[in-house]
């Protein structure tokens, strides 16, 4: 659909074909298309909160604009606003290997695990590009906590690693112990 603009009078075209508006009109159905997508952002947003995961969503200039309840809940309420680094790394600065921003640059997804060291525990991190009402691209980061997996992962090969030694061991002792 295209619209073409005549002096005060704007032409859309819709399914049916063109029908003219006045420019206030106009202004009025974008603000009301506006507001209805900004809306649905903030109903869709919504169904975050319930999840037991970190979901924020970042500018390009590292503000969290939008962090669900479960992130708030364990970094603080008071994230709205400001930089990624500041409230996960404790960081004046970007950290020196951003994944979350090469999303931005790249537009394609990106995980990758990190060890928060403000909460002692790690992270499977998947960083979407993100398309906001208005065009602006974001990225869209959520948080899988997979500290218990990892710590199991390291008992089962330290136990395995007792293993390989007590196979070694006995496999040693029977070579002496045999005439």
């Known amino acids: 659909m295209k619209d073409i603009q005549k002096e005060n009078?704007?032409?859309k075209q819709n399914k049916l074909g063109w029908y003219k508006m006045d420019t206030c009109s106009?202004?009025?159905v974008l603000r009301e298309e506006k507001r209805s997508l900004m809306e649905e952002s903030r109903r869709i947003f919504s169904h975050f909160d319930f999840l037991p995961i970190l979901?924020?969503?970042m500018d390009q200039d590292y503000s969290i604009i939008y962090a669900n309840q479960f992130l708030c809940d364990n970094y603080g309420m008071?994230?709205?606003?400001?930089?990624c680094y500041e409230i996960f790394e404790n960081n004046t600065k970007p950290c020196d290997v951003c994944y979350t921003y090469s999303v931005i640059k790249t537009k394609k997804t990106y995980r990758w695990e990190w060890d928060c060291v403000k909460t002692n525990k790690t992270y499977d991190l998947y960083a979407f590009p993100y398309s906001d009402y208005d065009g602006k691209t974001m990225v869209l980061e959520m948080g899988f906590d997979i500290t218990e997996r990892?710590?199991?992962?390291r008992e089962m090969g330290r136990l395995d690693r007792l293993n390989?030694?007590?196979?070694w061991q006995r496999g040693?002792?029977?070579k002496f112990?045999?005439?």
Do not use: C, N, W
């Open 150 to 153: 990892k710590q199991i992962e």
């Open 55 to 57: 979901v924020h969503l």
């Open 26 to 28: 106009f202004v009025k």
């Open 9 to 11: 009078i704007i032409y």
């Open 172 to 174: 040693s002792a029977m």
């Open 78 to 83: 008071d994230v709205i606003g400001k930089k």
């Open 164 to 167: 390989l030694i007590g196979r």
């Open 177 to 179: 112990a045999t005439p």
